[in-house]
């Protein structure tokens, strides 16, 4: 509803089944806590550290790839435009 609201958009003006939503959103937090628990257990039984520096190297990584996959398609929209 945030997100709606800072769109400028009146979330009671929504067709949206509110408690459908907040029940799937739900479920999704709950399956996401237990995965959260899950690794924190499986790292500290197989004494895994990660550490900011790993975690700021995995992200820059990730961005990197991103920015690859859109300028590839980019590329290609823009070849595709002036093919024609």
Do not use: F, H
């Amino acid at each position: 509803m945030r997100s709606l609201a800072a769109q400028g958009v009146d979330p009671r003006a929504v067709n949206v089944d509110w408690v459908s939503l907040r029940s799937r959103q739900k479920d999704r937090a709950v399956e996401d806590v237990k995965a959260e628990l899950l690794l924190d257990r499986i790292a500290t039984a197989e004494n895994i550290d990660v550490t900011e520096e790993d975690v700021e190297k995995q992200v820059e990584a990730m961005a990197q790839t991103q920015w690859r996959i859109r300028y590839s398609r980019s590329r290609q929209l823009d070849k595709a435009g002036s093919a024609r």
